[in-house]
């Protein structure tokens, strides 16, 4: 199987570690990367760093990650680096209908507690 890139596979760990257990199912489901069968492939029983490493490992079988989150890195004055991610549908997809400003809310908090000095923007 082909690795994703480490720098969106640590920026998935990380966001990933920071969803609360009773949550995940959930976010993974509203994220709508894997599907529900691969999603109970995983033993969310054990800890939770395991079952980051599995979701990655699930990731790069599918090539989930590689091409649904296009990476950008950007560089700005005072020597910060940012790695930025689109996450995108292909042509076709169909449409998920849920709460966009509830996940936007809950993506951010989630993402501000994982990351410091993070800023989130939905284009």
Known sequence: AKEMDETLAEFFRRTILKIPM?????????????????LQTVNFRQRKESIVQDLVLLCESTLVLDTDADGDTQFHRHQKIWDVFQMSKGPGDDIDLFDM???????????????????????
């Open 22 to 38: 009773p949550e995940m199912m959930t976010v993974l489901k509203t994220w709508n990367f894997l599907s529900e069968n691969q």
């Open 101 to 123: 400003e509830q996940f936007k809310s809950s993506f951010k908090k989630i993402l501000q507690r994982a990351l410091k000095n993070v800023r989130t923007e939905f284009i």
